[in-house]
Structure formats: C-alpha cells, structure tokens
C-alpha cells in the first residue's frame, strides 16, 4: 500500500544562491528612462555611458599659492626672482619672461613658459621697491602644478550605464558640464501586508488592541527601504479581506507597477488570500530557502490586462516575504535589493563582506545558512545580539550588520566571521 503524498510533506529546501539566480533571471532591467537634473540624481542608476566632452582640469594649473616659474632658472636657494605678474583663479596671465616669476593662487592657469610652482611658504619677499620674492628652495619640474586631463582624459567613459550615483559620482558629472542625466526609470512597487493579525498604529491605540492584534511593522520598515532603493512605492495597506477584492486590487496593482511586493502569508498551511490569488491571474512559486531567517519565500507574476499596463510588458514581478519581521527585513536586504538594482540595470549586486573576528560563541550550529545580528565592537570584533528569533526586531535596530554563518558551522570566540554591514545593504 502507498501513502497518498502529504500536503505537509516538506519539499528539500533551496539553497539561497539558487534562489538569488533564479530571482535574477526573472530581473531583466526596465527599459525606461527618466531624464533628470544632476542635483536630483543621486540613488539613480545611470542609462547610457557618461563620456567626457572635455579634459578635467581643462588646463595646467596650480595646485598652491606661490610663485609660477620655470625650474632651470633658479639654480641657488636664496636667488631673487622678479614678479612680473598677479594671476588669480578664473583668470589667465601673459606668457612668462625668463628669469621672472609670477604671483600665482590656487586653480589659476600656469602661465606659459612656466613649469613648477614655490609654494609661498618656500619664498621671502624682497624689500624695499623692487617688487621680487627669494626662492628659499629650488623647485622641480612640475612641482605643485595639476595637469590638465589628470582627473579627466576628453574622451573618456568617465561613468559607465548600469553605476549607481552618489554624492561623489554627481560632482563628477558636474566637472563635465552635464546638467541632466539619463538614468533608469524608478522601479514601481506596490506593497502590501498581509494578515488579519495586523492593525496600524494610530488607528488603534495599545490598550485597545483586540486579543491576538499586532501592529504592522513591516510595512513601515518595507516602505522605507523600497524608498532608499529608488523606488516610486504605492502603499496599499494591509490586503483587503475577501477574495474577489483581492484580485481585484493585484489586478489594478500588476497594470501600473513593475513589482508587487506582499509581507506574510507564504508560510506553509497558510490562510491568507494572496496566496491563490496570485496564482489565479499568473503564477507562483513558493520556496523553501536553507536560510535562517526567512526560510519561506515566493517569486511569481500577475499577468497584466492589453492595454495600458501591457506597454511594460505581459506581466508584473510578484514577491512574497515571510511576515516574522527579522525574516521579512533580512529576505529583502538578501533578494530584493539585488532584484530592484537589477530592475535598474546594475550588474554588481553581490553581497560585499569583510571578514572580522567574533566576539562571541554560538555553541548550536543550524541546518540552514544563518544571518546573525551583530555590532561592531571598539576591540575590532562582533558581539552577538542575544536573542536571534526572527520576531524580533529590536535585533535589527541594535546590529549594525549580519555574521553569513554556512550551514552546520558553529562559532568559537575569535573565530573569524564573515560579516556584511547594514550601510552596504541600505545606501
Ligand atoms: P506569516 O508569514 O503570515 O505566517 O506571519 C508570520 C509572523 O509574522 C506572524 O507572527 C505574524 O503575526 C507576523 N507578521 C506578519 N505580517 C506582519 C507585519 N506586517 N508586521 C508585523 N508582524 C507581522
Ligand atoms: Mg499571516
């Protein structure tokens, strides 16, 4: 006799670098463009090869307030120098007489004939009415003078389509006179909670709160981090709770994002709507990653009505997150961050970890890769927030990163971890 299978028969988990190229390969990158101010441009990913039309310093200059002579004519320390001219930054001087010099400020034009820079520092200026200056040390060619084109060669692919933009890369562009970039469009999420569980704070006050109530934490942390990886997030709540209003709202949803991103109700055995619903308007793919947290996980899609919303393509992404609010914050930071840069077209999404001693033991190793919450310690070292259950927030909120722990590894104190900081995985 066969045993019928068993819905709650466990499926083999997936490790979570096959369930990251499996969420990849659905990432192909928006075909949008906005075109926007370079002020306004930081976060975004850029579109196309930024290639210099110009050499960055456009001309030698100095790099010191001086005196801009040629090298050759000072052969002695001490030797005095006529000063024929004053040149200020923004403004060009005359050809340089040899054996003179010329007062010179910080980013002005080196003169021509002139080959290095003494900085003020090095010289005395000479009494009386004679109006020249002592050249305490002799200089080297091309001492204290930038180049023309040492930051920038004209011609140059100075930031290349698929970067991200900071605060640096901004100024960058700027040296190059470009005003307006052309990066990828904002990917364009609609988020949704569910569970009947949850209310919001502000609606209901804590002495209110029904038996068995929570409130929505992870809608709050969701939206934030959508927000800081460049995303237009369209928040629509916690899921109504039947199923025709359900489908009616992922409908709406799929035909103007490029996302859905729901928290709770991926768990086996679960009772939320969302779950068959997605599966009646596209498809869904429940896994079972070997992580802790945020074991459950779902990837699918919602197909899109013809029409307006099918311009994006036949059907919009759907993520599905564990509810436990560590699982939900450590699955988005794992897979949907690589999956939104990969919306916008960035190639490097892979985790950046630094490896550091712990400063603590973990005397009970776990079937599943592990990310534990940690702190940077002042002796160089990683201290272990205790209790690493994964509703536990305060977790987050007191770490500064996660120890990447392999399956089945238990933690002695000094061993090195390797550790991958929450700055990198928020900025
Ligand atoms: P689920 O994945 O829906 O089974 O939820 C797992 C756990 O996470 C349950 O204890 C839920 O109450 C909790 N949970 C689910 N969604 C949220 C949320 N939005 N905010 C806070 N906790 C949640
Ligand atoms: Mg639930």
């Known amino acids: 006799m066969t045993t019928p299978p068993s819905p709650h028969n466990r499926?083999?988990?997936?490790?979570?670098?096959?369930?990251?190229?499996?969420?990849?390969?659905?990432?192909?990158?928006?075909?949008?463009?906005?075109?926007?101010?370079?002020?306004?441009?930081?976060?975004?990913?850029?579109?196309?090869?930024?290639?210099?039309?110009?050499?960055?310093?456009?001309?030698?200059?100095?790099?010191?307030?001086?005196?801009?002579?040629?090298?050759?004519?000072?052969?002695?320390?001490?030797?005095?120098?006529?000063?024929?001219?004053?040149?200020?930054?923004?403004?060009?001087?005359?050809?340089?007489?040899?054996g003179t010099c010329a007062r010179i400020f910080t980013g002005a034009p080196m003169p021509d004939g002139a080959d290095a820079v003494v900085m003020q520092e090095d010289t005395v200026e000479v009494g009386g009415n004679i109006h020249g200056v002592h050249i305490q040390v002799p200089p080297q060619p091309g001492q204290w003078v930038r180049r023309a084109g040492e930051d920038v060669m004209r011609g140059a692919v100075v930031l290349a389509r698929g970067e991200r933009l900071s605060p640096a890369s901004l100024g960058l562009a700027a040296s190059l006179g470009l005003a307006h970039l052309s990066v990828v469009a904002r990917p364009r999420v609609a988020l949704f909670s569910t569970g009947d569980e949850l209310v919001m704070p502000g609606e209901v006050a804590p002495e209110a709160m029904k038996p068995g109530a929570i409130y929505n934490s992870n809608r709050f942390f969701l939206r934030a981090l959508l927000h800081r990886m460049g995303c237009e997030v369209s928040d629509l709540g916690i899921v109504p709770d039947n199923r025709q209003a359900t489908l009616a709202a992922l409908k709406t949803a799929a035909d103007h994002h490029?996302?859905?991103?729901?928290?709770?109700?991926?768990?086996?055995?679960?009772?939320?709507?969302?779950?068959?619903?997605?599966?009646?308007?596209?498809?869904?793919?429940?896994?079972?990653?070997?992580?802790?947290?945020?074991?459950?996980?779902?990837?699918?899609?919602?197909?899109?009505?013809?029409?307006?919303?099918?311009?994006?393509?036949?059907?919009?992404?759907?993520?599905?997150?564990?509810?436990?609010?560590?699982?939900?914050?450590?699955?988005?930071?794992?897979?949907?961050?690589?999956?939104?840069?990969?919306?916008?077209?960035?190639?490097?999404?892979?985790?950046?970890?630094?490896?550091?001693?712990?400063?603590?033991?973990?005397?009970?190793?776990?079937?599943?890769?592990?990310?534990?919450?940690?702190?940077?310690?002042?002796?160089?070292?990683?201290?272990?927030?205790?209790?690493?259950s994964s509703g536990v927030l305060t977790s987050a909120v007191w770490g500064d990163g996660l120890v990447d722990n392999p399956a089945g590894s238990t933690i002695a104190h000094g061993d090195p971890v390797s550790f991958v900081s929450f700055s990198d995985l928020l900025a």
């Not at 290639?51 to 010191?64: E, F, G, I, Y």
């Not at 899609?301 to 036949?314: H, L, N, P, Q, S």
């Not at 999956?339 to 916008?344: E, G």
């Open 11 to 98: 499926s083999p988990l997936m490790s979570l670098d096959d369930a990251m190229d499996r969420l990849l390969a659905h990432a192909g990158p928006l075909q949008s463009t906005d075109s926007v101010a370079t002020f306004d441009a930081d976060g975004r990913v850029l579109a196309q090869d930024l290639v210099s039309a110009l050499q960055v310093p456009p001309n030698d200059n100095s790099s010191m307030d001086g005196y801009a002579l040629r090298a050759f004519d000072v052969t002695a320390p001490g030797q005095v120098m006529p000063v024929t001219q004053r040149i200020a930054a923004g403004h060009a001087g005359e050809p340089l007489e040899p």
């Open 258 to 388: 490029d996302l859905i991103l729901t928290s709770g109700g991926v768990s086996v055995g679960e009772e939320d709507h969302i779950k068959p619903a997605v599966q009646q308007l596209g498809s869904l793919d429940l896994w079972q990653i070997a992580m802790k947290p945020g074991k459950p996980f779902a990837y699918g899609t919602v197909k899109r009505d013809a029409g307006a919303g099918a311009a994006r393509g036949e059907a919009c992404h759907f993520i599905g997150l564990p509810g436990n609010p560590v699982s939900s914050f450590v699955t988005f930071l794992l897979l949907v961050r690589p999956f939104l840069l990969r919306l916008q077209g960035v190639k490097a999404v892979a985790l950046k970890a630094t490896t550091l001693p712990a400063h603590f033991t973990l005397g009970k190793a776990d079937k599943r890769r592990e990310f534990l919450r940690v702190r940077r310690n002042a002796a160089g070292g990683l201290d272990l927030f205790p209790n690493q």
